[in-house]
């Protein structure tokens, strides 16, 4: 036994005499040396990322006029994306803020008609979380009090408590209010990978700008997968299979969006659209769809009247427009001669505030 723990020793002895063991010698200056470069390394890539703002966010120090890259065909769900920077462009005096169900209003219409310029901040199949983080960014990057902020008021805005899309995530870390939280979203592989090239084409001329209003119209789409067929419209006189049910009494995705309107400027005119859907989309009287969809009205009618210079247009009703099968792709996704009478009722409030004595 004692012989066993000499030799122990002695190997030990060896080993540290050669530097192969213990924390002392030539490892120990690899270990150190391997990991300042690697800290080094990461702190560096950061710091570049930083500077590059491939999201163009507007927070690096480097002065860049707004503007991102065209995004890749087909790819309309990197709006997520693109609105950082549309959010923070000051060429735009007024938001449309919502998903899909409002997306066909178009900025350029809006624009002309009231001769305030529109972006479309829209984000496809999102709910109230997402869009409640755009409309803070949008409020966060602007020196002057916004002319208008459009909102589109669809079912998820009747949920019981603030919600995101369980199938869509969103980047909340490129919208978010800390610095911290930003730049933990930077270390990303796709950022570094994908995002930083495509951003440094775009700056060098090789790449396109994204369409800067935000605008991007979805008939053609649905034309491609169909929706134009008779069978796909016969579907339109069935009942909406997509119904969302919210009996609690409680509306906390309302109530989230009243304090944000508590905190808007005065002057900026809000306008709370709830978009049109299908007639056959309503719902059958008494049930409980039907019930769901009266208790929403009535609390969106309450926000509109908790706050001046707020104004509730209301769609989601029966009409003869939402009668009209040639105005929907979908139950709840319509064309652009519904899109255009929205359009213009809200253009005619604007330009009637402006009028004096009116």
């Not at 470069?37 to 710091?47: C, D, F, H, K, R």
């Amino acid at each position: 036994m004692s012989s066993s723990i000499s030799s122990s020793e002695r190997g030990g002895q060896d080993l540290a005499r050669s530097g192969v063991a213990g924390w002392s010698g030539p490892w120990r200056r690899f270990a150190m040396t391997f990991m300042v470069t690697s800290l080094g390394g990461l702190v560096a890539i950061v710091v570049l990322m930083f500077l590059i703002d491939p999201f163009d966010t507007g927070r690096s120090p480097v002065s860049r006029s707004p503007g991102v890259p065209a995004p890749d065909v087909d790819n309309a769900a990197t709006s997520r994306l693109e609105n950082a920077s549309r959010g923070r462009d000051p060429a735009f005096e007024a938001a449309i803020i919502g998903n899909s169900r409002i997306q066909a209003l178009e900025p350029e219409t809006l624009s002309q008609a009231t001769g305030i310029p529109f972006v479309s901040l829209v984000i496809q199949a999102s709910r109230s979380r997402e869009q409640l983080a755009v409309l803070d960014w949008f409020m966060r990057n602007r020196e002057t009090a916004p002319k208008a902020i459009i909102i589109g008021l669809d079912m998820p805005w009747c949920d019981d408590r603030v919600s995101m899309s369980p199938t869509d995530p969103f980047p909340f870390w490129l919208y978010d209010r800390s610095r911290v939280a930003y730049l933990e979203g930077l270390l990303r592989y796709s950022v570094l990978a994908e995002y930083v090239p495509r951003y440094l084409s775009y700056l060098f001329g090789l790449r396109d700008r994204a369409r800067p209003d935000g605008y991007w119209d979805y008939e053609p789409v649905y034309r491609k997968l169909g929706y134009d067929s008779p069978e796909r419209r016969q579907k339109l006189q069935g009942p909406d299979a997509e119904v969302e049910i919210n009996l609690t009494g409680r509306f906390g995705a309302a109530e989230a969006l009243a304090e944000r309107l508590a905190n808007l400027p005065p002057e900026t005119a809000v306008f709370l659209v709830r978009p049109p859907v299908y007639v056959t989309g309503l719902g059958a009287p008494g049930s409980d769809q039907a019930k769901t969809d009266a208790a929403c009205r009535a609390i969106h009618a309450a926000l509109a009247a908790g706050r001046a210079n707020t104004h509730l247009i209301d769609w989601r009703v029966d009409r003869p427009e939402t009668r009209n099968p040639d105005g929907f792709i979908d139950h709840t996704h319509y064309r652009k001669t519904v899109a255009n009478l929205i359009a213009a009722e809200v253009a005619a409030i604007l330009n009637k505030a402006r009028v004096p004595g009116t």
